[in-house]
């Protein structure tokens, strides 16, 4: 009767170790063969006592649908953006699974709040401690989003499109 716990312990670190692969192993994906989406930020203030270095990210009411169709959202569901020539969005509209443009893709959203808070899973960003002021002009947050809509932030860039990159990644991708 003792190898009954032991048994249901293995079984149930082999599960959670099993989804976390999963999970991890789903978003690589997104990052290797999605789409590269930018979309504009709002300035929000890059610093947090307890996180350490990082920026809370909002971005830009273009990329979400117009305030007043927020509240007859689902609490979860997916919208289309359309890109410009430089891959920025912006709301185009609500998915009813009608074929996407060429310049359009989806974004999964998530509603927090009766509001109309939108979050799109991909808000903060952290970097390393005393490299804020190279991310204060960030102006786009940069996603990989896969066809279903599922996105991963992958970083910051700058007015010109450019991903902003801390002083030892960009030796590092030299």
């Known amino acids: 009767m003792k190898r009954a716990p032991v048994v249901l312990a293995l079984l149930g670190l082999v599960v959670v170790l099993g989804t ?9 994906q997104v990052i290797d063969t999605g789409q590269t989406v930018f979309l504009d930020l709002r300035p929000v203030d890059p610093r947090s006592l307890i996180q350490g270095d990082y920026m809370d990210l909002r971005y830009a009411q273009t990329v979400f649908p117009p305030t ?9 569901g997916v919208f289309v953006v359309m890109l410009d020539e430089h891959n920025v969005a912006s709301f185009s509209r609500l998915d009813d699974g009608t074929d996407l443009d060429d310049n359009e893709t989806r974004l999964k959203y ?13 808000e903060s960003f952290l970097f390393q401690e005393g490299q804020a002021q ?3 002009d960030a102006r786009y947050g940069v996603l990989r989003v896969d066809a279903a809509g599922n996105s991963v932030l992958v970083g910051l860039a700058d007015e010109n499109w450019q991903i902003i990159r801390e002083p030892d990644e960009a030796q590092d991708s030299q």
Not at 20 to 28: K, M, S, V, Y
Not at 68 to 76: G, H, I, S, T
């Open 20 to 28: 976390t692969n999963f999970t991890i192993w789903r978003h690589q």
């Open 68 to 76: 007043d169709q927020r509240n007859q959202l689902p609490p979860r």
């Open 110 to 122: 998530k509603q927090i709040d009766q509001s109309g808070q939108i979050r799109l899973g991909a």
């Open 134 to 136: 190279l991310f204060n």
